[in-house]
């Protein structure tokens, strides 16, 4: 192994928690935020509720639960949103260290030892998972890849981990719009390994390298074959082929302070007209597929997350491309090698 994760500091002005506990709890007595605004992802909110009664119990603050969950560092609670909160609590994801957040934000990374490195190892081996291995994670368990990549070497394996641009908080971590830590290792491996839950960061990675994507569920000990990128990558030429010839594209931007590509917009909109077509800049704060109904438009290109265009791109009322796939609609990028939409 190459490199192991470590934890960086970010900004002055925030702090970054492993788990909510009484470190958190401190921190933010110490600091004595007249107001705090909770944001919690996706899949915590049912437990908002709970975790603000314990934030007001240990700290004695006022807190305000931020109804829209946070997808990313890149989406945090506006000065509109919380006008009165001089704090921000944000859980489940690690800092974007090129992101200025707009109050010191508290990010509980929600971090968890769990997994079993050397039963994982072997499952990993039994499985017959390259030798020649990159190794990548959720943040919640960039904590069991030195233990995990101590296991494999011992049992032969070269792992090897990235340590990513200035998007990323720590080696070896998955962004869903930046996967440079595993680019930077891609010609040394012959695989990676994703180590987390769910499908969204497997899928990116696939499509960013050029390389068989394995991933584990460390809890659960699960592991899952390679993700079919040839398909993949087929079904999205398929959609760039089939908006080639379009007339009208809506580009859509998001405000949120990590997902706003304006000038890549306006750039973008200058390359459309130079082909000829009509292109309209769509502000958005949220991108919502309902915002983008009835509208005189053939197709979209979305510069805010990638994961509108690759992942929810059935919700949306006409094709939404990634911003390297509407310059291969255009013509100015070939359809080989697939590029993926990185964030810098
Ligand atoms: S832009 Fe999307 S993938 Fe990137 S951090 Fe934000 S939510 Fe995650």
């Known amino acids: 192994m190459e490199a192991e994760p470590t934890r960086e500091a970010v900004r002055s002005q925030d702090r970054v928690f492993p788990v909510v506990g009484e470190e958190l709890f401190a921190a933010l007595r110490d600091a004595r935020p007249s107001r705090i605004v909770l944001q919690v992802p996706a899949g915590l909110v049912r437990n908002a509720g709970e975790l603000a009664a314990q934030l007001r119990e240990h700290v004695g603050a006022p807190v305000v639960v931020a109804s829209r969950p946070c997808f990313g560092a890149c989406d945090l609670p506006s000065r509109d949103e919380a006008p009165r909160a001089e704090v921000a609590v944000a859980l489940g994801h690690a800092p974007i260290p090129n992101v200025r957040s707009v109050r010191p934000t508290y990010f509980v990374e929600m971090r968890t030892g769990d997994g079993d490195p050397e039963a994982l190892a072997r499952r990993l081996d039994d ?4 030798h020649r291995l990159g190794l990548v994670a959720s943040v919640q368990h960039l904590g069991l890849l030195p233990p995990l990549a101590g296991a494999l070497d011992r049992r032969g394996y070269a792992t090897h981990v990235g340590r990513g641009d200035h998007r990323l908080a720590y080696a070896g971590q998955a962004l869903g719009c930046n996967y440079t ?13 994703f180590v987390g839950t769910g499908r969204f960061h497997p899928l990116g990675l696939a499509l960013a390298v050029d390389r068989p994507v394995w991933s584990i569920d460390p809890l659960r000990g699960e592991l ?44 973008l909109q200058a390359r459309a007209r130079a082909h000829g077509a009509d292109a309209e800049i769509l502000l958005a704060e949220r991108v919502d597929p309902a915002d983008l109904l009835g509208r005189d438009v053939d197709a979209y290109v979305c510069t805010a997350c990638p994961r509108i265009a690759l992942d929810d791109s059935a919700n949306y009322p006409r094709p939404v491309l990634t911003v390297p796939e509407f310059l291969m609609a255009l013509g100015e990028l070939p359809l080989e090698p697939y590029r993926f939409d990185t964030y810098h």
Do not use: C, K, M, Y
């Open 181 to 193: 830590g595993a680019e930077e290792v891609a010609a040394s491996v012959d695989a990676f390994l």
């Open 224 to 267: 899952e074959p390679p993700i079919d990128r040839a398909t993949l990558v087929a079904r999205r030429q398929l959609l760039i082929a089939s908006v080639r010839g379009a007339r009208r594209w809506g580009i859509v931007v998001s405000t949120f302070a990590g997902q706003n590509r304006s000038p890549t917009a306006l750039a």
């Open 127 to 130: 499985a017959g998972v390259p």
